[in-house]
């Protein structure tokens, strides 16, 4: 399983990124599919998650901003990330559990600021 994240960088507050995960070494369309962030200093914390179905769940924080999706066709995942603040800045990670093992990538950084 390889989980690879890119998209992310720096922008002014309200800005937008489109965050991808690229996979492979699993069936992709079969399992839910999750983003988290880490910011400096904090624990890793869910962003939002993507059912092989389409059905979405995002976390308080976030909703109204970020959209989850994916294309089970590309293996990949994404992240639009809109209206962006400075609290969203942070490590954005894609997960998902294979088989009872969480699998993450190494990351894509976000930073918000003026």
């Known amino acids: 399983v390889q989980l690879v994240e890119s998209g992310g960088g720096r922008v002014q507050p309200g800005g937008s990124l489109r965050l991808s995960c690229t996979t492979s070494g699993f069936t992709f369309a079969s399992f839910l599919m999750s983003w988290y962030r880490q910011a400096p200093g904090k624990e890793r914390e869910f962003v939002a998650h993507?059912?092989?179905?389409?059905?979405?769940a995002v976390a308080d924080a976030v909703k109204g901003r970020f959209i989850i999706s994916r294309d089970n066709a590309k293996n990949t995942l994404y992240l639009q990330t809109n209206s962006l603040k400075p609290e969203d800045t942070a490590e954005y990670f894609c997960?998902?559990?294979?088989?009872?093992?969480?699998?993450w990538g190494k990351g894509t950084l976000i930073t918000v600021s003026s």
């Open positions: 993507i059912s092989p179905g389409g059905t979405t």
């Open positions: 997960n998902v559990n294979y088989y009872a093992t969480e699998y």
